[in-house]
């Protein structure tokens, strides 16, 4: 990751969102966050009147499926968010934030405070890019490198409250992480959270990637040519494992259980179906 420039994956999931795969922006704030001549790409078939369709449709195909399944995913999230809130949740800690815009797109977060961790390269560059555009919540900004440091003195600092409940949106990043540093953010998000608190985690299933054998050498090479390598998997089990006892489980699907509860219009493709989300809830 270079100094002043975010993740390739935050670049690549904000163009999912801009672009979407219907005429109704999923996340309007996304193109605007994305270089300008990616953004320009991402928001073309708003300006492209009946050819829209075809160009999106092209852009949806070109991807392997990364713009359904991006869509797929922040939809699936947003829901258990949402119903989090509605439940009395006025914190909301996002790791890995990446180029994440709920704070701004999602009404349901005005009464809340929004917490985003992250590297500070890419902190550095959203905030450049947010520039003036005001949240309709407060968002407070935690600058953490997951592999070299602990996150939770600073989001303690930035004023998290241990004592009331709280959601946790750790969306696209075990896969980047050795399973140390997979326990280690459990086990901080774990005490830091009071009964009722509720984690919605996405994670990668080990040997499940797609095309065969080929497909389990080439996709880790090219994340690994990215800058980014894929280092961290777990199997289903072995995640409701390391979360208990501390957390209910409540939820465990891959993108066609997510298409299920949302209703979303994205196509669950296979290129990606070895990435689930699992949402559980503190126990007392």
Known sequence: MRADFPSGTSLLVSFARGLGVEDKALDSLAVELLPPWLGRIASAPRHLGVAGSLYRKALRASTFGLVDHAVLRTQAIDTHLVSAL??????????GAGLDARAWRLPELRAATVFEIDHPATQRYK??????????????????????????????????????????????????????????????????????SELAVTYLVPNRLPFGALGRLAIPAMFKAAGEPL???????????????????????DARGWQELTGSLARPPQTFRSERLAVAKRRA
């Open 86 to 95: 509605r439940s009395g949740v006025e914190q909301v800690v996002i790791l």
């Open 231 to 253: 280092k961290g998997a777990l199997e289903p089990r072995a995640l409701a494992a390391t979360i208990a006892p501390s957390w209910e489980l409540l939820y465990d699907e």
């Open 127 to 196: 905030r450049k890019r947010i520039g003036d555009r005001v949240a309709p919540t407060e968002v407070r900004y935690v600058p953490v490198d997951f592999e070299k440091e602990r996150f939770s003195p600073g989001l303690e600092r930035a004023g998290f409250r241990m004592g009331e409940p709280s959601a946790w949106i750790w969306e696209g990043v075990t896969m980047y992480l050795h399973r140390e540093a997979i326990e280690q953010t459990l086990e901080q998000l774990t005490r830091l959270s009071a009964p009722g």
